[in-house]
């Protein structure tokens, strides 16, 4: 079946700094998405990705479409204490399909 | 323009009653996910439905749970005769049919 590695599995870093993470697959991807989660609540939509090589930002965040198609990567510049939360990225192989999803970076920002 | 709206937030049943979970999409929406999310883990995909349609059950265990997704209300994840592994939150995602797909804020199911 498909893998998708999310790492790191957790990041403790200083407001101010920036963060990144990534997935990987073992299939090819047509759509990498990255959400947000706070606890008790549902994920929350940051970025979506529809190409290959496709570089796109949102506010502090920036999400890029591998080449390769089968990864992407998440950066979040500058961190501040509500980044916190457990960031999960989800890839599709067709555009209706099941999302898969990784097992989630979770980032801890301290003062 | 309301998000995608699950009831209850929390449910708690006794082992071998049933749980009824329901999901309204998201307005204009007909593609309807359904993932379970056991604590600190991620979200494992259990069915896609569209109106009247059952697309992929794939990660739908095989007895106890059904989907559907009727012409007219919500859609409902049915857990029959519960037991204590199934304690999870549910969420539940609607799509209109591109590739953005919206999550609700779930439903917490406890077995006691």
């Known amino acids: 079946g498909q893998q998708l590695n999310q790492s790191p599995q957790s990041m403790f870093i200083q407001e101010g700094e920036d963060v990144s993470m990534n997935c990987t697959s073992s299939?090819?991807?047509?759509?990498w998405l990255w959400y947000k989660q706070d606890p008790g609540e549902g994920p929350v939509l940051l970025i979506a990705?529809?190409?290959?090589?496709e570089l796109t930002s949102n506010g502090r965040l920036t999400a890029q479409f591998g080449i390769t198609r089968k990864d992407s990567f998440l950066n979040i510049s500058a961190s501040i204490p509500s980044d916190v939360g457990i960031y999960f990225c989800?890839?599709?192989?067709?555009?209706?399909?099941?999302?898969?999803f990784g097992a989630g970076t979770q980032v801890v920002v301290t003062p | 323009n309301a998000g995608v709206m699950q009831n209850p937030r929390h449910l708690v049943r006794r082992r071998g009653q049933e749980a009824r979970l329901r999901c309204s999409p998201m307005k204009g929406h007909s593609h309807v996910y359904w993932y379970r999310q056991l604590p600190e883990e991620g979200l494992k995909f259990m069915v896609y439905?569209?109106?009247?349609?059952?697309?992929?059950e794939s990660g739908m265990p095989k007895e106890r749970f059904s989907a559907e997704f009727p012409k007219e209300g919500p859609s409902i994840l049915r857990i029959q005769q519960v037991v204590r592994g199934d304690s999870a939150a549910y969420f539940c995602a609607s799509s209109p049919g591109n590739y953005e797909a919206f999550f609700g804020q779930g439903t917490r199911l406890t077995v006691v």
């Open positions: 989800a890839g599709r192989t067709d555009s209706w399909g099941k999302l898969q």
């Open positions: 439905l569209q109106k009247e349609n059952i697309i992929d």
């Open positions: 990705l529809y190409k290959a090589g």
């Open positions: 299939s090819i991807f047509n759509t």
